[in-house]
């Protein structure tokens, strides 16, 4: 059982940044951010694989970066540039594959969620 942990939202301006952290509990494979804003469906931000290799939604390739930690078995997600159209829950996801997926049912464990919310 993987049990994830975010933390790190909040309100900022446009233009500026914020970093997300996930503390995983056990072994985690693949892991991803998503997000989810009122009225719409979740959807894939980024993904990081066991290789380091990472992937990203059209709308934030470039000014996000998604990274792990595993020594200390934590994502990272560093948001920068943001935008209003940012604004939402963001999620860290844990799951056993395909890598790189930003399909949600891929995914078996999700933690709690953490809102940010950009303000223009």
């Known amino acids: 059982q993987v049990q994830l942990v975010e933390s790190g939202g909040g309100s900022v301006q446009a233009g500026g940044s914020l970093r997300l952290s996930c503390a995983a509990s056990?072994?985690?494979?693949?892991m991803g951010w998503f997000r989810q804003a009122p009225g719409k469906e979740r959807e894939g931000v980024a993904a990081?694989?066991?290789?380091?290799?990472?992937r990203y939604a059209d709308s934030v390739q470039g000014r996000f970066i998604i990274s792990k930690d595993n020594a200390k078995n934590t994502l990272y997600l560093q948001m920068n540039s943001l935008k209003p159209e940012d604004t939402a829950m963001y999620y860290c996801?844990?799951?056993?594959?395909?890598?790189?997926?930003?399909?949600?049912?891929?995914?078996?464990?999700w933690g709690q969620g953490t809102q940010v919310t950009v303000s223009s």
């Open positions: 056990g072994y985690t494979y693949y």
């Open positions: 996801a844990a799951g056993y594959g395909p890598a790189l997926s930003f399909r949600v049912g891929v995914y078996n464990y």
């Open positions: 990081i694989d066991r290789d380091g290799d990472t």
